[in-house]
């Protein structure tokens, strides 16, 4: 489980995002990484038992992203992000779906998909949508997985015709999409509960199914 030490960093770096102050709490940073890293291992262990796309020799040290931002071309230049992000691959590629943890006090949230495909991957997700719609439907349009994670439709879409496509296809909505991803917010309590890792492992287990469907796209 997230322990509530690494809310708690997280939530003073906020207020002292500046380099002295990170210094000066490098052991906390420590700490709140080891924790991340920890709970990553055992999120990745419960995930490879459904998804056998995510390596087995997949590192949880690497798959916790950096602290540092990158603010050479950002106007915000405080040096620290306020959360810890950890990315799992859903194929060995590392390409195409993926799993995506979020910690940040009040804010935290587990997501999957492929936001924002490279040109080549977006034609390819586009044509296994035209010939394959019902199955993607049949993920998304499930009772369950709209109460977990809303209509999977409204997301970023382009404002015109995709390449190739014409209006009157049945599936136009879909095909306008820019990323196909989901997400469930979290809240504090249920990232810090001992059970955390199987309740979001079992999240991951509902965007399962997408990771599929995006992964066949582009293989």
């Not at 798959?63 to 071309?73: G, H, L, P, Q």
């Amino acid at each position: 489980m997230i322990q509530q030490p690494t809310l708690d960093f997280l939530k003073e770096l906020v207020e002292n995002n500046n380099r002295e102050w990170f210094m000066d709490n490098k052991g906390r940073y420590e700490a709140a990484r080891e924790n991340m890293i920890a709970f990553t291992a055992d999120l990745i262990k419960l995930v490879q038992q459904f998804d056998p796309g995510v390596s087995a020799d997949l590192d949880p040290k690497k798959c916790v992203m950096r602290i540092y931002r990158d603010i050479r071309f950002s106007k915000n230049k405080t040096p620290y992000k306020n959360n810890f992000g950890v990315s799992i691959p859903s194929a060995t590629t590392r390409v195409g779906g993926e799993y995506y943890f979020h910690v940040q006090p009040g804010k935290s949230f587990i997501a999957g998909g492929y936001w924002m495909p490279e040109a080549a991957h977006l034609k390819a997700i586009r044509q296994e949508i035209d010939y394959n719609a019902h199955e993607l439907k049949a993920v998304i349009d499930d009772a369950g997985f709209i109460k977990l994670f809303g209509h999977f439709r409204d997301q970023d879409k382009l404002k015109t015709l995709p390449r190739d496509y014409t209006a009157d296809n049945e599936n136009i909505e879909l095909l306008k999409l820019k990323s196909f991803i989901v997400m469930h917010q979290l809240k504090d309590k249920e990232i810090l509960s001992k059970t955390a890792p199987a309740d979001v492992a079992e999240l991951c287990h509902k965007i399962y199914p997408l990771n599929v469907f995006l992964r066949n796209a582009i293989v």
